[in-house]
């Protein structure tokens, strides 16, 4: 059976490629079926924006459709950016310009701990649901730091490392990554149901 990722984010296409196809699942994108649609990711909780996505691209498919929502839960600034990680700092920013926002309001705080939150939820067109979820916990650096990865990954360091995740290479990340986590569990409880 073929799954549909709904996620139009090359970043996260290919790091969910890279470890579903690796386990013997097809999945292709919306862009590859031509399905062009934006979906208002209206929810308060990662797993109500990953669950608006996936349904949206499951009705438009009529295919399962594994959508993800994640981002970065700061403990000093009250758990933002959270739900709003792609937009926090306005809409216009880019991705550089995202950290820099992130690590100039942290500047007057020693609390620097963090963590990357995700959760996939998988909508297949009979309507049954399956869902998983994955942290990765760590601190925000000083500075920004690697090419690797792409959101907030030049300035997170996981638990265990000295290292950001930018600068980890796609084997090392996909290990400890909170999408990797949520993966793995996503495709425990998919092979249960398929038994």
Do not use: W
Not at 56 to 79: F, R, T, Y
Not at 86 to 98: F, I, K, P, V
Not at 101 to 129: H, S, W, Y
Not at 143 to 171: C, H, N, Q, W
């Amino acid at each position: 059976m073929r799954y549909i990722l709904a996620t139009a984010n090359p970043g996260k296409i290919k790091e969910m490629r890279d470890i579903l196809s690796g386990l013997g699942i097809e999945v292709v994108t919306r862009d590859g079926l031509g399905i062009q649609i934006a979906v208002e990711e209206t929810g308060t909780t990662f797993y109500e924006n990953a669950k608006l996505k996936a349904e949206a691209i499951c009705a438009a498919s009529k295919m399962p459709s594994i959508a993800d929502d994640s981002g970065l839960v700061v403990e000093a600034l009250d758990g933002r950016p959270g739900v709003y990680s792609s937009s926090y700092g306005g809409e216009a920013l880019t991705a550089e310009q995202r950290c820099m926002f992130l690590l100039d309001e942290m500047k007057k705080t020693e609390q620097r701990r963090a963590k990357f939150v995700c959760n996939i939820v998988c909508v297949f067109p009979d309507g049954n649901i399956l869902s998983a979820a994955g942290e990765c916990n760590g601190t925000i650096s000083t500075e920004i730091k690697g090419v690797r990865g792409f959101g907030y990954d030049p300035v997170f360091v996981p638990d265990g490392y000295i290292k950001t995740m930018a600068e980890l290479s796609s084997e090392e990340k996909n290990a400890i990554s909170h999408r990797g986590k949520a993966l793995l569990e996503f495709i425990s409880k998919l092979k249960e149901k398929c038994v």
